[in-house]
């Protein structure tokens, strides 16, 4: 009886651990041309850029696996041609700009590895760093055909695409 009621209390703890949602959820978002994957941190009262996301260092823009953006045709990426494919996104944040970065290394963990693929890079552009209006809980980043946006906390950047 005991080994029964172990069993199904074994179960049940099981069942619920499996069913607990991810704490950085994988979300893809796209538009007809430029598709984006990415891990999504939440805020959580935390300090995020300057402090958890430190200025002048690379971070793989997201949680867990690297951000991976795909580009269905040919396209200007923030002023440099970048080829139809799928990159991980890396990005070097500081206060007033950010150096947003494709590489053709997939299936990166981090930017732990960054040095060692750096010369895997395809695009590295600079673009302006703004203040949002509100506060963003989660990270978020859309893709459209004319941009890429990154918003979280009280901070906003957008990568112009032309096609």
């Not at 005991?2 to 949602?21: E, N």
């Not at 500081?94 to 290394?105: A, G, M, P």
């Not at 963003?136 to 893709?143: D, F, G, H, R, V």
């Amino acid at each position: 009886m005991k080994k029964s009621i172990f069993v199904f209390f074994a179960l049940i703890s099981t069942f619920a651990f499996a069913q607990k949602p991810a704490a950085s959820p994988t979300i893809t978002t796209e538009s007809a041309n430029v598709k984006v994957v990415y891990g999504q941190p939440s805020k959580k009262d935390r300090e995020i850029f300057g402090k958890l996301v430190p200025y002048g260092e690379v971070w793989r823009t997201g949680a867990n696996a690297g951000t991976e953006v795909t580009f269905k045709k040919d396209v200007n990426f923030g002023g440099a041609k970048v080829k139809a494919g799928t990159y991980t996104l890396f990005t070097i944040p500081t206060k007033d700009e950010w150096t947003v970065i494709l590489n053709s290394e997939l299936k990166q963990w981090g930017s732990y590895g960054y040095d060692k693929i750096k010369d895997k890079n395809v695009a590295s552009v600079k673009v302006k760093s703004m203040s949002n209006e509100g506060v963003m809980e989660k990270l978020t980043i859309s893709a459209e055909d004319a941009q890429i946006s990154i918003e979280w906390d009280k901070t906003v950047v957008r990568i112009p695409l032309k096609w």
